[in-house]
């Protein structure tokens, strides 16, 4: 079994920063990509961030410039830092671990319990 265990998530004021982190724990393998995705109320999930096991990195419009998504391979984290941040960002932060490989279980896809990111202005 798989958990996805988020932190980071709290209030903070128009153009403040804050910083999340989401730590898998299990038997793991593998994990091919992890990531952020966010949902506001009314709205659709979107993504946020998105960075594979090599590296490479990928950011939703609104976030790019002032998110940056990190990962430690070896300790199955991911963190996303979010600086300038605006009352628009206020959602839920949801961490994904995608294409999961376990010693018991195929590849498949965890999601966190979500973190709550409130911008006030």
């Known amino acids: 079994q798989v958990q996805l265990v988020e932190s980071g998530g709290g209030l903070v004021q128009a153009g403040g920063s804050l910083r999340l982190s989401c730590a898998a724990s299990g038997i793991i393998f593998s994990i091919n990509a992890m990531g952020w995705y966010r949902q506001a109320p009314g709205k659709q999930r979107e993504l946020v961030a998105v960075i594979t096991s090599g590296g490479s990195t990928n950011y939703g419009d609104s976030v790019k410039g002032r998110f940056t998504i990190s990962r430690e391979n070896a300790k199955n984290t991911v963190y996303l830092k979010m600086d300038s941040l605006k009352p628009d960002d206020t959602a839920v932060y949801y961490c994904?671990?995608?294409?999961?490989?376990?010693?018991?279980?195929?590849?498949?896809?965890?999601w966190g319990q979500g973190t709550q990111v409130t911008v006030s202005s």
């Open positions: 994904n671990a995608a294409r999961v490989v376990t010693t018991i279980s195929p590849a498949r896809d965890y």
